[in-house]
């Protein structure tokens, strides 16, 4: 999608240059989706009876068939809802230039997750003759710190961004950071864990 780009000329490529830019955000947000997913599933404690009923051929959602359901709705509501808050103050033509900045964003917390993702479910330590691998529940809250980290540093750089991709008015800012950038995490948080 990117002509031969390499990720530092894709990352540090100016949006006048850029091309694809639609479809490089899809395809990004759909391998963050599952990379997500593939790091959430195993701490979702039960899937509730209410999808768990839901069958399809006598089969049912496991624990990252729910995840999945339930990020990918995520990540495609945010999207649709940020489409719409950008068309509803009159700077539609920055939607674009904000799923360029996303893509972007999105491309790098990919590969942490994808290091992330071998780490955790590859990584041994010898020591003494014995292997020692990560513990999960003692990675947990580090997980947690690492996404709200992520979460916070987003918030700034969508703040920052050279191109403004948000509207120029501070209180649309809030606006866009408390609707669809923290309300939307604390929802898939009580769907998926509480």
């Known amino acids: 999608l990117q002509r031969d780009a390499s990720i530092k000329s894709y990352l540090l490529q100016d949006y006048s240059e850029s091309n694809n830019v639609f479809q490089s955000w899809t395809v990004i947000g ?3 989706t599952l990379l997500v997913t593939t790091i959430v599933s195993q701490y979702i404690p039960v899937v509730p009876k209410q999808i768990s ?3 399809l051929f006598g089969l049912e959602l496991n624990k990252f068939g729910f995840a ?3 990020i ?3 990540y495609l509501a945010k999207s649709i809802f940020s489409y719409f808050f950008f068309q509803s103050l009159g700077v539609g033509r920055k939607w ?3 799923c360029d900045a996303s893509g972007k964003f999105y491309l790098v917390f990919s590969l942490l997750l994808m290091i992330l993702c071998f780490v955790h479910y ?3 330590i010898e020591y003494n003759g014995a292997f020692y691998t990560i513990d999960y529940a003692n990675a947990f809250p580090i997980y947690l710190l690492f996404a709200l980290i992520i979460l916070l540093f987003k918030n700034f750089y969508f703040l920052l961004n050279k191109n403004n991709i948000l509207p120029f008015q501070w209180y649309y800012k809030i606006l866009y950071i408390c609707t669809l950038q923290i309300a939307p995490v604390l929802a898939l ?3 998926l864990f509480i």
């Open 30 to 32: 759909i391998i963050t």
């Open 96 to 98: 674009k230039l904000f």
């Open 122 to 124: 590859y990584f041994a």
């Open 189 to 191: 948080w009580k769907l």
């Open 68 to 70: 999945l359901l339930a």
């Open 72 to 74: 990918s709705t995520f």
């Open 53 to 55: 009923d839901l069958q």
